[in-house]
C-alpha cells in the first residue's frame, strides 16, 4: 500500500534562508510524487512533479525536488525563503497520473517564513 | 480562462440537515474529483465524475453522494449532516487525455461548518 510522510508538521526559516520541506514515501510500482501548495482560504496549486525520466525536477516560484529511489524520498528545496511563501506544503505519492482516487497525500508542513 | 469555481465559499449546518456544494470546472475539463480536508484526517478523495459518470469513489459512507451535468459541472450531496463532516471541501477538474498523466486543478474550496 502507498503511504507518504512529512518530516515535520511546522518548519520555520527566517527570510533568505534555504527551504527543506521532508517527504518520504512509500509505493510498491513507480511512483508518481507531487508537491502541492495551499495558502490560506485557497486550494491547492501543483509546485511540480515526477513522473518519469530526470530525477531533479524543478516547479514554480523557484521550488525544486529530487527523487532519490534509494532512500525513498521526494524532498522540497528552495534556496532562498521569501516571505510570501509561507503556506501549507502538500506531498503527494500516485500509482497513476490519471486515477485520481490513487492520489495519497501526505499530512502536511507548514512552513513559517520569519522577517 | 477562469479557474475552478466552487459556491458557496462557507456554509453552516445544523446536525441532521442536508447539504449541496457546487463546482464549476475550468472550461473544457471534463473531469471533476472532489476531497474532503480535515485537521485530523487530512486530503480524502471523495469521488470523480467524468462524463455525467462516477469513474472513481473513495471510502465514505453513503451519506456522500454527487453528480454531473452535461455542461460538467458538478454537485456534491451531504445529507443527514454530522459533527465530523465539518471541513473544507474541495474540487478539482482536469483534462483527461491519452497521455499518462492529467494534472489536477484545483478550487478554493467550501468550508462547511456543522453546528
Known amino acids: 500500500a502507498q503511504s507518504v510522510t512529512q518530516l515535520g508538521s511546522h518548519v520555520s526559516v527566517s527570510e533568505g534562508a534555504l527551504v527543506l520541506l521532508r517527504c518520504n514515501y512509500s509505493s510498491s510500482v513507480p511512483p508518481y510524487l507531487f508537491w502541492y501548495v495551499q495558502y490560506p482560504n485557497q486550494g491547492l496549486q501543483l509546485l511540480l512533479k515526477?513522473?518519469?525520466?530526470?530525477?531533479l525536477v524543478k516547479g514554480i516560484n523557484g521550488f525544486e525536488a529530487e527523487f532519490k529511489k534509494s532512500e525513498t524520498s521526494f524532498h522540497l528545496t528552495k534556496p532562498s525563503a521569501h516571505m510570501s511563501d509561507a503556506a501549507e506544503y502538500f506531498c503527494a505519492v500516485s500509482e497513476s497520473g490519471t486515477s485520481y482516487d490513487k492520489v495519497i497525500f501526505g499530512p502536511g508542513t507548514s512552513l513559517s517564513v520569519i522577517p | 480562462k477562469a479557474g475552478v469555481t466552487q459556491t458557496p465559499r462557507y456554509l453552516i449546518k445544523t446536525r441532521g440537515q442536508q447539504v449541496t456544494l457546487s463546482c464549476s470546472p475550468i472550461s473544457g475539463h471534463r473531469s471533476v474529483s472532489w476531497y474532503q480536508q480535515t485537521p485530523g484526517q487530512g486530503l480524502q478523495f471523495l469521488f470523480e465524475?467524468?462524463?455525467?459518470?462516477?469513474?472513481n469513489k473513495g471510502n465514505f459512507p453513503g451519506r456522500f453522494s454527487g453528480r454531473q451535468f452535461s455542461n460538467s459541472r458538478s454537485e456534491m450531496n451531504v445529507s443527514t449532516l454530522e459533527l465530523g463532516d465539518s471541513a473544507l471541501y474541495l474540487c478539482?477538474?482536469?483534462?483527461?487525455?491519452?497521455?499518462?498523466?492529467?494534472?489536477?486543478?484545483f478550487g478554493p474550496g467550501t468550508r462547511l461548518t456543522v453546528l
Open positions: 478539482a477538474s482536469s483534462v483527461i487525455t491519452q497521455s499518462s498523466y492529467n494534472e489536477q486543478f
Open positions: 465524475y467524468f462524463s455525467e459518470t462516477q469513474r
Open positions: 515526477y513522473t518519469t525520466g530526470a530525477t
